[in-house]
Nanobody, 122 residues
């Protein structure tokens, strides 16, 4: 059974940084495009960033460019979301996902993690 496990969430002050990790089991991440989404309470998941199977293509939501980046470690079968200069509006639950292409659409992704919460305090 495929399992994606996010970690690295927590509480941080505004202006701080966090790196989220996504580890996969029973899934070779090199065979999948990987992405991060986030969800605010009562709202749908929104796209944050995606990376292609080869890591050549990286896509970051326009509003997050310059602060968020995505990377992957083939040896560790893991994907990371690097978040800098965090603001209160970044407070959300962050989800890792695996799909066929590095697209912005929720429906593109077949497997999802359980999410890790990020809280940014003023």
């Amino acid at each position: 059974q495929v399992y994606l496990a996010e970690s690295g969430g927590g509480m941080v002050q505004a202006g701080g940084s966090l790196t989220l990790s996504c580890a996969a089991s029973e899934l070779q991440t090199t065979e999948w495009a990987m992405a991060w989404f986030r969800r605010y309470p009562g709202r749908e998941r929104e796209f944050v960033a995606a990376i292609s199977k080869s890591a050549i293509t990286k896509v970051v939501a326009h509003s997050l460019q310059g602060r968020f980046t995505i990377s992957r470690d083939f040896a560790k079968n893991a994907v990371y979301l690097h978040m800098n200069n965090l603001q209160s509006e970044d407070t959300a639950v962050y989800y890792c996902a695996a799909g066929q292409s590095p697209l912005m659409f929720v429906t593109n992704y077949e497997f999802w993690g359980q999410g890790t919460p990020v809280t940014v305090s003023p």
